[in-house]
């Protein structure tokens, strides 16, 4: 390959680094000495909180996630893009007007909030809506990587199965769902990372309620104006889990 | 058991138009140039592709025309694709089972008859390999086995790599796309030649030999063709004598007496002409002869040789000039023993 531009490739390192100076910052200003505070029930339960909102959210986000993305890769319907548009609308929406958004939706005065309500379901300021709050943002990152990845399979090996006999469940479930398995995986990889770091939707929507909604990132928030330090170790403990991520998809991020 | 179809299906940009019929225990070769509609036509048959106007019927059964289409998991076909379209999340005894499965068979029973099938194509200790790790004619046979595992009345092999042995166990109906006239001759009984989405010719092989109705026919068909008794005549070769004169080819390992009823098949390319006697000695066969006639193109030309046997050689129009060929004139034509292939009677 032809060498690249001097300039090209001192802009790639002014971004590199710009990307590992605050992670080592943190690491350097960390009152290490105070790690045992991360035992602490505060930060112990933000974590539990937010391991259970993004696993939930990235289970959600598969649910429905899967099932869209096939259905834009390979249905030909009127308004097709219109829907493609709304389904990846999160992805370019800031998480703030979302949280306003579901609470129009979802709130006791909302479009739907008021019919729930009725039957016993109460999604704002609850648990469940900081998950519906974090699967509605990391959705789309789902559906974007699995279809892709529908749209890359050879249909000839559905036609195989199809001539076997196959029912189209039968073939979606033998042959098509597990050749898309690793985009699958990648996506759900994408969307809980997404979600474990969600901030805007979830308070908006679901409230800062320590032991319900509070999660890791909106614990450090809180933290930072009465305690910095917890902050950063907290903080600290978010990039760990963000390295958990990026593991998961070695191969296809790293190294390359 | 039959098959009658006679359809006409618009594909990406071209029209096909064209009825083929086959017989159960009789193969129908379907031969064509590249872009012909050859897989077209088959993904119709195998109801992944449309008709726009016609009828497709296995054993009086309609299975497509104006009102009607049976979808392929309903019809009973075996399909082999151009190159293979194994599962490749799945092993090869998985991929033997899948028609079984999918049709319902209980796990262990299904794979108690891929594993069988696997046993008789010499395949049983591939039976675990993933697809990725099969070698091409592995991967191919394994295509065949899943294909016929649940014992299809139609069997539609798409470009098969030469290698067909299997193709005489299977008792259906079975049409085979091909462009090598060898296949196409040891596999097949009848022809149908496609060209630009149209039959162009279609009957018994032996009638397309003696009449080839268009140049396509005429080059697929036009191969040397040999049918005599084969003796072993040491150094691993043996001598097949015809009515019309003897060649040398390969000894089969398994032959150690003569044979009677052998056909040899030559390709004309692997026939090269000599003005002399050819000196060289790695040719085993090297016969003199008087050109009957030449058919030159421009490019190439096929030369007709009366010698014993006589013989059909495809040359460079420049080596006509070179060599100095005229029609009616002296000529060496030579070829390898291992360039001839045998097919012994069954």
């Not at chain 2, 106007?53 to 497509?64: H, I, P």
């Not at chain 2, 899948?98 to 395949?123: I, K, T, V």
Request: a neutral charge; one cysteine or more; aromatic letters at 4%.
């Amino acid at each position: 390959m032809r060498d690249l531009p001097g300039a090209v490739k001192v802009l790639a390192a002014l971004a590199v680094v710009a990307v590992a100076l605050p992670l080592v910052a943190l690491a350097a200003r960390a009152p290490w000495s105070d790690i045992g505070r991360l035992g602490a029930s505060g930060p112990r339960t933000a974590l539990f909180v937010s391991i259970e909102v993004s696993l939930a959210a990235a289970a959600l986000s598969l649910v429905f996630g899967v099932p869209t993305a096939l259905v834009l890769a390979r249905s030909r319907f009127p308004g097709r893009s219109i829907v493609r548009s709304l389904a990846l609308l999160p992805l370019v929406l800031p998480p703030v007007v979302a949280g306003v958004g579901l609470l129009a939706a979802f709130g006791r005065r909302g479009v739907l909030g008021r019919g729930l309500a009725a039957i016993g379901i109460r999604l704002p300021f609850t648990t469940a809506g900081a998950i519906l709050a974090s699967a509605f943002v990391a959705t789309p990152l789902l559906i974007l990587t699995v279809e892709a990845g529908v749209r890359a399979l050879d249909r000839r090996k559905e036609d195989a199965a199809e001539t076997l006999g196959a029912s189209r469940w039968y073939v979606l479930r033998r042959v098509t769902l597990p050749a898309l398995a690793p985009q699958i995986v990648a996506g759900l990889v994408v969307a809980w990372a997404r979600a474990l770091g969600e901030f805007g939707a979830t308070i908006t929507f679901a409230g800062n309620i320590r032991g319900r909604t509070q999660t890791l990132p909106l614990a450090v928030f809180e933290a930072m104006q009465t305690d910095p330090g917890a902050a950063i170790l907290m903080s600290l403990m978010l990039v760990a889990l963000s390295l958990v991520a990026l593991v998961a998809l070695r191969g296809r991020f790293l190294a390359r | 058991m039959s098959l009658r179809a006679d359809v006409r299906c618009v594909a990406a940009d071209f029209v096909v138009e064209a009825s083929i019929e086959a017989e159960r225990g009789r193969p129908v070769a379907l031969v064509g140039p590249n872009g012909a509609g050859k897989t077209t036509l088959v993904r119709v048959l195998a109801g992944l592709a449309p008709i726009e106007r016609g009828t497709v019927a296995l054993d009086g059964t309609v299975l497509d025309d104006d009102t009607t289409h049976v979808a392929p998991r309903d019809r009973s076909a075996g399909v082999v694709f151009e190159d293979r379209v194994l599962f490749d999340t799945m092993s090869a005894v998985e991929n033997v089972a899948f028609g079984l499965r999918a049709r319902g068979m209980r796990a262990g029973e299904a794979r108690e008859r891929a594993r069988d099938l696997l046993r008789s194509m010499d395949l049983e200790h591939r039976a675990n390999a993933r697809p990725v790790e099969l070698s091409g004619g592995e991967a191919q046979r394994v295509a065949i086995a899943r294909a016929i595992a649940h014992e299809p009345a139609l069997l539609l092999l798409d470009e098969p790599l030469s290698s067909l042995d299997v193709l005489a166990a299977f008792g259906g109906i079975a049409i085979v796309v091909t462009h090598d006239p060898v296949d196409a001759l040891t596999l097949a009984d009848d022809m149908v030649v496609l060209e630009h989405g149209r039959v162009t010719q279609t009957g018994p092989i032996d009638d397309i030999r003696s009449a080839p109705r268009s140049a396509y026919a005429a080059e697929l068909v036009g191969i040397n063709l040999f049918t005599g008794r084969l003796e072993p005549i040491g150094d691993g070769a043996a001598r097949l004598q015809t009515d019309a004169g003897a060649i040398v080819v390969s000894c089969p390992a398994a032959l150690d007496s003569a044979l009677e009823d052998v056909t040899a098949l030559l390709r004309p390319v692997d026939v090269v002409l000599y003005r002399e006697q050819p000196s060289e000695a790695s040719a085993r066969n090297a016969i003199r002869g008087t050109i009957r006639s030449i058919a030159d193109d421009g490019q190439r030309a096929r030369i007709r040789i009366d010698a014993s046997p006589p013989l059909i050689a495809d040359v460079t129009s420049g080596s006509v000039s070179r060599l100095g060929l005229k029609e009616g004139g002296p000529v060496w034509a030579s070829f390898k023993a291992v360039e001839v292939r045998l097919v012994l009677p069954s």
